[in-house]
């Protein structure tokens, strides 16, 4: 199965800061990675699919790029509403793997 | 709008069965794939399975293969995830998810979940 490990696992910034959360696949996987959104009780949400297209509806603060085996999800400005975990998800091979997560928090 | 509604859970001894329910609107079922993910406590996100969109062909996670059945029923809009032999580490929120296309992908809309708990 390819591996996802994915960095940092929690990280705590200010509101408008800008937040980095990285992802590596243990082989090539090309564009076949996407981003989810979750927050506690509610549905995860797609953010980003194949490494960097933002799905319908989702703001541009948003961002993701990468492609192969190194990718990065990138939150521009941070808003209080982006108080959640984030995943990301290759789906070039089955099993589909999900990263293990970042938590990201407001200071 | 995509909503998807699970149904099911609930509270079952280990070695015992359990079927969840999500009943699918907003989109034409036949024509994507149907899935299951599941998150145990404090843990991350895990594939369960995912069925095309006739149903012809079901894809599962090692540990769900043999214990786990997947099927739908388009007719009602409905996909099933049959669970036999549960064990304590299949305590999980489960969600039912709508793939992006016909066949294995990926998972653009999620329902709310539905809680499994497995415990004597």
């Known amino acids: 199965d390819i591996q996802m490990t994915q960095s940092p696992s929690s990280l705590s910034a200010f509101v408008g800061d800008r937040v980095t959360i990285t992802c590596h696949a243990s082989r090539d996987i090309g564009d076949r990675l996407n981003w989810y959104q979750h927050q506690p009780g509610k549905a995860p949400r797609l953010l980003i699919y194949?490494?960097?297209r933002l799905q319908m509806g989702v703001p541009s603060r948003f961002s993701a790029a990468g492609s192969g085996t190194d990718f990065t999800f990138t939150i521009t400005y941070l808003q209080p509403e982006d108080v959640a975990t984030y995943y990301c998800h290759q789906y070039h091979t089955l099993p589909p793997v999900f990263g293990g997560g970042t938590k990201v928090e407001i200071k | 709008e995509v909503v998807l509604m699970e149904s099911g859970g609930g509270l079952e001894q280990p070695g015992g069965s359990l079927t969840l329910s999500c009943v699918a609107s907003?989109?034409?079922?036949?024509?994507?794939?149907m899935g299951w993910v599941r998150q145990a406590p404090g843990k991350g996100l895990e594939w369960v399975a995912t069925i095309t969109g006739l149903g012809d062909a079901p894809y599962y996670a090692e540990f769900a293969k043999r214990r786990f059945t997947i099927y739908r029923d388009n007719s009602r809009n409905k996909v099933y995830l049959q669970m036999k032999g549960l064990r304590v580490d299949d305590t999980a929120t489960y969600y039912c998810?709508?793939?992006?296309?016909?066949?294995?992908?990926?998972?653009?809309?999620w329902g709310q979940g539905a809680q499994v708990t497995v415990s004597s």
């Open positions: 194949d490494a960097s």
């Open positions: 998810a709508k793939d992006r296309g016909y066949n294995w992908n990926f998972f653009d809309n």
């Open positions: 907003g989109f034409s079922f036949r024509d994507y794939a």
